[in-house]
Nanobody, 121 residues
């Protein structure tokens, strides 16, 4: 049974940093893209960052230069380092994996349950 378990969320002041982790189990995802999405109250789930099986990285414009995605193939884990956090980054952050490198929401194979990130002003 595949599971994606996120951790590292919390409450932080604007300008602060958090590091999210997502541990995948149940199978190996070395040939999958792994990534992060977020959903704020009353808004649709949106793409944040993804990393392909070949370690190519892509970011939403809103987080470019502040967030960094990385992955550990051996431990089947993906990370999201978030720096210079802003109140508008407040959301539930979801880990996702997909065979399709583009990682459109409709193409996600597995989702985590999410972790709350709250940035206070």
């Amino acid at each position: 049974q595949v599971q994606l378990v996120e951790s590292g969320g919390g409450l932080v002041q604007a300008g602060g940093s958090l590091r999210l982790s997502c541990a995948a189990s149940g199978r190996t995802f070395s040939n999958y893209a792994m990534g992060w999405f977020r959903q704020a109250p009353g808004k649709e789930r949106e793409f944040v960052a993804r990393i392909t099986s070949g370690r190519n990285t892509y970011y939403a414009d809103s987080v470019k230069g502040r967030f960094t995605i990385s992955r550990d193939y051996f431990n089947n884990t993906v990370y999201l380092q978030m720096n210079s956090l802003k109140p508008e980054d407040t959301a539930v952050y979801f880990c996702a994996v997909a065979r399709v490198p583009g990682m459109a929401v409709s193409a996600i194979d597995y989702w985590g349950k999410g972790t709350q990130v709250t940035v206070s002003s």
